[in-house]
């Protein structure tokens, strides 16, 4: 694939992650193996209450395809086919849900130096149609989505947006939800926190005059140890500790707390990740 914008979908998105990723309230295991024939198997189990649910997912590459099968305790069946570089530059993914038949959908992707394209499709009698463009370089990149519901004749949504990307440092601005909320996202990794990072996340619906404002930061302990912690303005706080047991296999700890009712029971999670 070329250097270039990226797509519309990753604007913000390293801020995001850094205020969501690993942040669990569930206990979580996950088991990854690999047989001799090359393909890979991912188990997970979750605990949430009194509630237990699991996935098995096996993947198989060949060449330029990924195939990929999961299923879960509901009886559910996912398949994933995925081609890149078939053509050159472009990338196309085609999934399906059983026995849901009508959750087939198939996507395109195109990367340019200058420019990339999506573009999917629901595999039913009355498609929604999702498109997005981004044009710029991977410093900063201008971009738009929208889904489009053939069943209605009708735009489902459309955001718009701008991205700024340096080494030490990422901005986004995207208008969402038809011009009725605005979001705002800022990451900057700084070497006081020994290659961790800040940052600051708004979001503002102007229907409804609410504001969110969240902070976070990322600490490096060591190289096999991470802390982060987070806040917003409604009191919600979240932290964790994820350590590298060995490489590639973690332990996560996290905690959410409600500083301003706090006699509220705290939700505690762990998750649990271990790779051959």
Known sequence: MSKGPGLFSDFGKKARDSLTKDYISDQKITISTLSESGVALNSNLVKKGSLSSGDVTAQFKHKKAVFDVKLDTESNILTTLTITDFPTSTKAVASIRLPDYNSGKLEVQYFHEHASFTAAVGLNKSPALDLSAAIGTPGIAFGAEATYVTASGEFMKYNTGVSLTKPESSASVIL?????????????????????????????????????????????????????????????????????????????????????????????????????
């Open 176 to 276: 969402a939800d038809k011009g009725d909320s605005i979001r705002v996202s800022y990451l900057h990794h700084l070497n006081q926190l020994r290659g961790g990072a800040v940052v600051g996340d708004i979001s503002r619906r102007f229907s409804t005059n609410e504001n969110t404002l969240t902070v976070g930061c990322s600490y490096i302990v060591d190289p096999q140890t991470v802390l982060k912690a987070k806040l917003n303005n409604h009191g919600s706080l979240g932290a964790l500790l994820q350590h590298e047991l060995r490489p590639k296999s973690f332990l996560t700890v996290s905690g959410a707390f409600d500083t301003k009712d706090l006699q509220k029971t705290p939700k505690f999670g762990m998750a649990l990740s271990l790779k051959p």
